[in-house]
């Protein structure tokens, strides 16, 4: 009977633990527990109390119970207890199946993470790759789109819109074509002050816009739709347009001609 509690104390010198840790962790006495250790299971209020106390002991100085107790079970054995005693070992050998079921999912989880986070990372660098190459696509064949274009355009014969007048006496800012291309409409702005204001708005679904105010770099996005601009201009703008369709301009609140061409097309005013 010895040999089950030589097995335990072994195990708990080499972990440097002494009785009051072990009672302290497992919550058994030390009376109890000197008993496991000198195989005197008769100071226990019964066998299915060692084998419990045996169970704890083993668990907290890192020995398989399950394995410990199939293999010295004849030492609990009682008549009146062997019934308890088969209750008592199926759950234990079912409650060990379950947890070993629930390690192997717990091990699966964060793999299964990790693949999820990694195809979401991707398909947000699609997205942001196909939302780009849509606004600035390569150019298409436009040239009937060109011309129907440009046969919009005013007449270069007459460079000054109706808008060219005098209203009531006031100045008003006027602007005319001096250059149209499938990819290049360049205007001569006569603003009415020193200076003149465009507002780029987008009363479709959305176009991808790149601006230049007086040489520097003003603005890049993606606009979508609702969405408004205002730029204050001294001398010149330069508005690239992804997807000219979708865009407005105006020129001090005097809309320019709607671009139709469904490719980039840049859009310049200057003084």
């Given at each position: 009977m010895n040999e089950l509690g030589d097995i335990l104390k072994n195990a708990r010198l080499k972990k440097g633990m002494t009785l009051d840790d072990l009672q302290e962790i497992t919550k058994i006495r030390t009376k109890y527990l000197k008993a496991i250790e000198d195989g005197d299971f008769g100071v226990m209020p019964a066998l299915v109390y060692a084998k419990?106390?045996?169970k704890s002991y083993a668990e907290a100085v890192g020995i398989d119970p399950y394995e410990l107790l199939n293999k010295y079970s004849y030492l609990f054995e009682d008549e009146k207890d062997k019934e308890e005693e088969r209750q008592y070992v199926k759950p234990?050998?079912?409650?060990?199946?379950?947890?070993?079921?629930?390690?192997?999912?717990?091990?699966?989880?964060?793999?299964?993470?990790g693949v999820i986070v990694v195809?979401?990372?991707?398909?947000?660098?699609?997205?942001?790759?196909?939302?780009?190459?849509?606004?600035?696509?390569?150019?298409p064949d436009t040239t009937q789109s060109s011309k129907d274009?440009?046969?919009?355009?005013p007449d270069n014969k007459n460079n000054?819109?109706?808008?060219?007048?005098?209203?009531?006496?006031?100045?008003?800012t006027t602007f005319s074509v001096i250059n149209s291309t499938k990819s290049e409409v360049d205007y001569k702005v006569v603003p009415a002050g020193d200076s003149y204001k465009v507002?780029?708005?987008?009363?479709?679904?959305?176009?991808?816009?790149?601006?230049?105010?007086?040489?520097?770099?003003?603005?890049?996005?993606?606009m979508t739709s609702g969405m408004t601009k205002t730029f204050d201009v001294k001398n010149n703008i330069e508005i690239l347009m992804g997807n000219p369709p979708d865009a407005k301009i105006t020129v001090d609140g005097q809309e320019i001609p709607h671009i139709d061409i469904p490719a980039p097309v840049t859009v310049k005013l200057e003084k």
């Open positions: 419990g106390f045996v234990d050998i079912e409650e060990k199946k379950a947890f070993d079921i629930f390690e192997s999912l717990r091990k699966l989880v964060k793999p299964f993470i195809c979401l990372f991707a398909f947000g660098i699609y997205y942001m790759v196909n939302q780009i190459n849509r606004g600035l696509a390569p150019l274009t440009t046969s919009k355009a000054t819109t109706s808008n060219d007048v005098y209203n009531n006496n006031v100045k008003t507002d780029l708005s987008i009363p479709g679904q959305k176009c991808w816009v790149s601006v230049k105010v007086d040489g520097a770099s003003t603005y890049q996005y993606l």
